[in-house]
Nanobody
Framework: QAQLVESGGGSVQAGGSLRLSCAAS????????MGWFRQAPGKEREFVAS????????YYADSVKDRFTISRDRDQNRMYLQMNSLNPEDTAIYYCVAAHTPLIASSRSPINYWGQGTQVTGSS
């Protein structure tokens, strides 16, 4: 059974950093696009960042551009999100996702696999 498991969440003061990890198992995710979504309390789930299977194309939401960095290790079936300069507006549950579509470009992109989520809190 395909499974995505996030880790690395936590609470940091404004301006701090966290690194999220996503471990994929149960099938190979080498040929799938992968990404991160997040959902803040009372808000809809939103796209954060994505990376294609060949690592040639990377997208970021405008709200995290220049602060967050997505990467993946295809051989290890892992993906990462380095988050710098965190602020209270980044507080949310962060989800690791994977999709058969060539590119995850927005919140409307079809997603085939979801992780269970990890809480990130940026405190002022």
């Amino acid at each position: 059974q395909a499974q995505l498991v996030e880790s690395g969440g936590g609470s940091v003061q404004a301006g701090g950093s966290l690194r999220l990890s996503c471990a994929a198992s149960g099938r190979t995710f080498r040929t799938l696009s992968m990404g991160w979504f997040r959902q803040a309390p009372g808000k809809e789930r939103e796209f954060v960042a994505s990376i294609t299977w060949d690592i040639n194309t990377i997208y970021y939401a405008d709200s995290v551009k220049d602060r967050f960095t997505i990467s993946r290790d295809r051989d290890q079936n892992r993906m990462y999100l380095q988050m710098n300069s965190l602020n209270p507006e980044d507080t949310a549950i962060y989800y690791c996702v994977a999709a058969h579509t060539p590119l995850i470009a927005s919140s409307r992109s079809p997603i085939n696999y979801w992780g269970q989520g990890t809480q990130v809190t940026g405190s002022s």
